[in-house]
């Protein structure tokens, strides 16, 4: 059984930064692109970043370039986003999910609060 | 970056009849390697999304045939056969032949 689950989302000040987690198994990790996706209160889905099976290819909406690094350790089965400059807009729920192009299995996701 | 615009945003259905869900994209969702990657997922109250249909019409694992998707270039539709209790939520197209991924506004369905 395919399982993810996120870690490492809080409350933050503007300007901090937080490293979120998601730990995955029940499949090969290594093998499978990986995403993010957050979700603010109320609102829809909105794409964050992807990352390729290899760590070696890296994508990321406009709104997190330059402050959200994605990686992974896939001797661990395990994805990172690292979250910088945080800014209020930054609020959300975040999913990971497997896969790039087939968004397949999404963890229940982790909240982030950016907030004074 | 590819807009995708949904119709209807709200979708109120009576049980057991049908419903359907427009979704249209800004350009071409033919990837240059001839597949088109469009995705339904469904979003049920208080959880993560599920994938419901890939690339335009496959039904993912496990997913009620009574989903169907069609369509191709940049007109896409979810199609409900029978509408149940459970198919209550909000339902997204998504677009991952380009990057940056872009999503649809959503859907809400619910129930008359």
């Known amino acids: 059984e395919v399982q993810l689950l996120e870690s490492g989302g809080g409350l933050v000040q503007p300007g901090g930064s937080l490293r979120l987690s998601c730990a995955a198994s029940g499949f090969t990790f290594s093998s499978y692109a990986m995403s993010w996706v957050r979700q603010a209160p109320g609102k829809g889905l909105e794409w964050v970043s992807t990352i390729s099976d290899s760590g070696g290819n890296t994508y990321y909406a406009d709104s997190v370039k330059g402050r959200f690094s994605i990686s992974r350790d896939n001797s661990k089965n395990t994805l990172y986003l690292q979250m910088n400059s945080l800014r209020v807009e930054d609020t959300a729920v975040y999913y990971c999910?497997?896969?790039?192009?087939?968004?397949?299995?999404w963890g229940q996701g982790t909240l982030v609060t950016v907030s004074s | 970056d590819i807009v995708m615009t949904q119709t209807p945003l709200s979708s109120p259905v009576t049980l057991g009849q049908p419903a359907s869900i427009s979704c249209r994209s800004s350009?071409?969702?033919?990837?240059?390697?001839?597949?088109?990657?469009l995705s339904w997922l469904q979003q049920r109250p208080g959880q993560p999304p599920r994938l419901l249909i890939y690339k335009i019409s496959n039904r993912f694992s496990g997913v009620p045939d009574r989903f169907s998707g069609s369509g191709a270039g940049t007109d896409f539709t979810l199609k409900i056969s029978r509408v149940e209790a459970e198919d209550v939520g909000v339902y997204y197209c998504?677009?991952?032949?380009?990057?940056?991924?872009?999503f649809g506004q959503g859907t809400k369905l619910e129930i008359k």
């Open positions: 999910a497997k896969g790039g192009g087939r968004p397949d299995y």
């Open positions: 998504m677009q991952s032949t380009q990057f940056p991924h872009t």
């Open positions: 350009q071409s969702l033919v990837h240059s390697d001839g597949n088109t990657y």
